[in-house]
Nanobody, 115 residues
């Protein structure tokens, strides 16, 4: 059974940093393109960052200059480094990818930015 498993969320103070990981398991196929999304309470899920298999990336305007998406192809893992976190970054963060051409979502990891 293919799974995308996120980890690395938690409680952090404003201005702090976290690194999220998204690891694919149960598949022989590479993640290829992948994206991080987030959903804050009472809001719709929104795209945060995407990365191609070759490493090209794009970001939502709200996180540009603060977040960095990266990948380790040998580990079939995608990361999201989040710096200078703000309270408005509080959300459940989800990984999305399509190993083998089938789209999958992770179950999400909660990030809470609060003093």
């Amino acid at each position: 059974q293919v799974q995308l498993v996120e980890s690395g969320g938690g409680l952090v103070q404003p201005g702090g940093s976290l690194r999220l990981s998204c690891a694919a398991s149960g598949t022989i196929f590479p993640i290829n393109a992948a994206g991080w999304y987030r959903q804050a309470p009472g809001k719709q899920r929104e795209l945060v960052a995407v990365i191609s298999r070759g490493g090209s990336s794009n970001y939502a305007d709200s996180v540009k200059g603060r977040f960095t998406i990266s990948r380790a192809n040998a580990k079939n893992t995608v990361y999201l480094q989040m710096n200078s976190l703000k309270p408005e970054d509080t959300a459940v963060y989800y990984c999305n990818a399509s190993p083998g051409g089938v789209n999958y979502w992770g179950k999400g990891t909660l990030v809470t930015v609060s003093s």
